[in-house]
């Protein structure tokens, strides 16, 4: 996948290994890392079936939440309270 999404508010695309800051509905602000990302990961038939495809940010709260979204790139809207910190490797 060529298309790349980016941070609301940005021209800043969303890569795997970002370190991002993401206020989920009802809760605390929390620090995460984008952990999958469609054309960057390696290919997982849970996150990429059919025409769906999803990207992933592992929150760091005390159950290590996975916060999973639909990765439609131009058209997909990114969450307004997903915050971009910095890049981080994927590895990491």
């Known amino acids: 996948m060529t298309e790349f999404l980016s941070y609301p508010g940005t021209d800043i695309d969303i890569r795997l290994g970002d ?40 929150l760091d709260d005390k159950r290590g939440s996975l916060v999973q979204l639909g990765y439609f790139p131009p058209d997909e809207v990114v969450p307004k309270s997903l915050k971009f910190i910095s890049r981080g490797s994927p590895d990491e």
Do not use: C
Not at 29 to 48: A, D, I, L
């Open 19 to 58: 370190v991002v800051s993401y206020k989920p509905f009802l809760r605390k602000r929390v620090q995460g890392k984008v952990v999958y990302m469609p054309g960057e990961s390696q290919k997982n038939s849970q996150f990429e079936y059919g025409d769906v495809s999803l990207w992933l940010i592992k």
